[in-house]
């Protein structure tokens, strides 16, 4: 299944009765730290494509799209803390799939494949926050509604909110219009 099919079921399956590791429907599990958002905003991102309809077929060219160190740096510092605590209450099977250690599981494993503990298989392993951790549960839910690489969304991220400041100056500057508090 895809990931945005495999989401898509699993809410579709707590919505109805318990969600996948076993959690009542309105029992308020929480994690211990937030999901953090995207390091992008939708909002921005739609408005670059909306004003350049080409931009969507040069941002979906990976390598068209560069990450920044910045980029790297700025993810890590956005995810780091939620994804430690994350790895805190699993570990990794011998089939790579997430292993909850708490029942119920208060988080949403988002992309990634799980299990409850006592339907895993083999030695369990520390799960290690790395690249395939990240891609999965922020990376990959993040950019299925832009349908853009991470780079991509991040670029036109930045040329949205150019657009956004072009816009601004021109309505302060040119017409004399400033933004009402609201």
Not at 13 to 29: F, I, Q, R, W, Y
Not at 175 to 181: D, H, Y
């Amino acid at each position: 299944l895809t990931c945005l099919r495999r989401l898509d079921l699993l809410h579709r399956n707590h919505a109805m009765s318990k969600d996948t590791c076993g959690a009542p429907v309105g029992e308020s599990l929480r994690p211990p730290v937030p999901y953090p958002a995207p390091c992008f905003d939708d909002v921005f991102v739609n408005a670059a494509l909306a004003h350049d309809p080409s931009l969507q077929e040069v941002l979906s060219d990976p390598a068209v799209c560069a990450l920044r160190v910045q980029d790297l740096t700025g993810l890590l510092d956005r995810v780091g803390k939620e994804m430690a605590a994350y790895c805190k209450d699993h570990r990794l099977d011998q089939c790579f799939r997430h292993v909850c250690l708490r029942a119920p599981c208060p988080w949403d494993h988002k992309c990634c494949r799980f299990v409850t503990l006592p339907d895993s298989k083999g030695p369990l392993q520390a799960l290690v926050g790395n690249m395939h951790l990240i891609v999965f549960r922020y990376i990959k839910p993040w950019t299925l509604s832009c349908q853009l690489s991470y780079a991509g969304a991040l670029l036109a991220d930045r040329k949205g909110r150019q657009l956004r400041g072009d816009v601004a100056s021109f309505r302060t500057e040119v017409l004399g219009i400033r933004r009402q508090a609201p």
